[in-house]
């Protein structure tokens, strides 16, 4: 915290109000960088006059303040309030990395948790969601470090200690509606079950603790578990189905999250995943199953499965007049066909005689490679050769005018094979 400093989420309300001036005096004391962020929402109409009241509060206190204002976009799918705070931490996080602050402070307390574990159990959460919020979460490649110091708080420790220091604070006139399902919890289940248990907040807090350091101990056991199903496969993310088999539902469910998740994915729900596993695992040897989630495809090919971003072979063909390009990039394929000079390979005389043709796949293409035996159709040579349907998909066939003259994953045709001063080797090059 002392090399990059700390920032505080303020939105001008009690809390964290309380928790920048709790932080001002430290930062003072010990010399490390505090500086106070605010966003504001354009929701409400008094919003714009609470970005003076929080700079003035910074002000007061000797604290470096900046704000952004968000528009909240599309709130398809997660609801205003989810998509309110997805606007409101991306602002934080560029911010952050604005100012080069290494630590994000944010005013949760034990109130909030506690509305976000009942939050989780009403979303059928697992051990991961379940945990709750924690207390400190370590920084990524795009966010900085989470710190949530007063999360094991009662709100009315802070009311408390805000009311000591004369805080001047934001009354949001939000958080006394209960059409937001936060607010609602709060309201009218979390106050009559604090005047029954009033100790509710603490062992709610304890139980999301708990769930926290058992769901570090399960995520220990899935890493161990996706390393043993990963295969060394050069082509594509691969895991092993009968590696997978060998796991129960639970374990095995949460590798192919994790393993979606690390391809950029949002975590799949259960129903989706056992679905998944029912049509990877019971299709016939034979059959090529093709499963879609969030812009992703899931093939699977004898004991593989492979997780590729979703592509749909261009139904137009390219062409190219070609006169010694070492490439020749096709975006539309997501790849490039690559000419590399060699001693053996087809005469670039040959290549020069008409277009290059860049073909998706139609069925019943055959090839000859050795000229001492027949050509075989592209599907005798992919069974034989072992070539995984995402490479048969993605990579198209090259032609010259009307030759078949390579297929990726197989190889070149043999007529024109040849030795001289000017032969190419022909190689397809995905960015997949």
Request: charged share 20%; net charge positive; proline share 7%.
């Amino acid at each position: 915290m002392r090399e990059r400093g700390v920032a505080v989420a303020c939105s001008g309300g009690r809390d964290s109000a309380a928790l920048l001036h709790a932080l001002a005096g430290p930062a003072r004391e010990h010399g490390f960088r505090l500086i106070c962020l605010h966003v504001d929402h354009g929701l409400q109409e008094q919003s714009a006059g609470w970005v003076g009241q929080v700079a003035q509060l910074a002000a007061g206190l000797g604290v470096e303040f900046d704000h952004r204002r968000v528009t909240v976009g599309s709130t398809r799918g997660q609801g205003l309030e989810a998509a309110a705070r997805s606007a409101r931490y991306a602002a934080l996080q560029a911010m952050c990395a604005a100012h080069g602050v290494g630590v994000l402070a944010v005013g949760h307390h034990a109130l909030d948790q506690a509305e976000t574990l009942l939050m989780r159990l009403l979303r059928g959460s697992g051990p991961r969601g379940l945990a709750g919020m924690r207390d400190w979460r370590d920084p990524a490649a795009d966010r900085p470090a989470h710190w949530r110091p007063m999360l094991a708080l009662h709100p009315q420790a802070i009311a408390a200690y805000a009311a000591a220091h004369a805080i001047a604070h934001v009354d949001d006139p939000t958080n006394a509606l209960h059409d937001q399902l936060r607010n609602a919890l709060r309201h009218r289940v979390l106050a009559p079950l604090l005047d029954i248990a009033p100790h509710a907040l603490d062992t709610l807090g304890r139980s999301a603790r708990l769930l926290g350091a058992a769901d570090a101990s399960l995520e220990n056991l899935i890493a161990a578990d996706l390393a043993a199903c990963r295969l060394p496969d050069a082509s594509a993310p691969t895991l092993s189905l009968t590696a997978l088999a060998a796991l129960d539902s639970y374990r095995r469910g949460s590798v192919l999250q994790r393993w979606l998740e690390a391809a950029g994915c949002a975590p799949p729900p259960e129903a989706w995943l056992d679905q998944a596993w029912r049509q990877l695992s019971q299709a016939a040897a034979d059959s090529a199953p093709d499963l879609r989630w969030q812009q992703h495809q899931l093939l699977r090919h004898r004991d593989r499965v492979a997780c590729l971003p979703a592509f749909e072979p261009p139904a137009a063909e390219a062409q190219l007049r070609w006169d010694g390009e070492p490439s020749w990039t096709l975006p539309q394929w997501r790849g490039a066909w690559q000419f590399v000079p060699a001693a053996v390979g087809i005469p670039g005389a040959l290549l020069r005689t008409a277009p290059l043709r860049a073909v998706a796949r139609s069925g019943g293409e055959r090839l000859r490679i050795d000229p001492r035996r027949p050509s075989r159709s592209l599907r005798q040579w992919y069974q034989s050769l072992d070539v995984p349907p995402w490479q048969r998909q993605r990579a198209p066939l090259l032609w010259l005018g009307r030759t078949l003259l390579h297929v990726p994953g197989v190889g070149s045709a043999c007529e024109p094979v040849t030795s001289g001063d000017d032969c190419w080797q022909l190689g397809w090059r995905s960015d997949a």
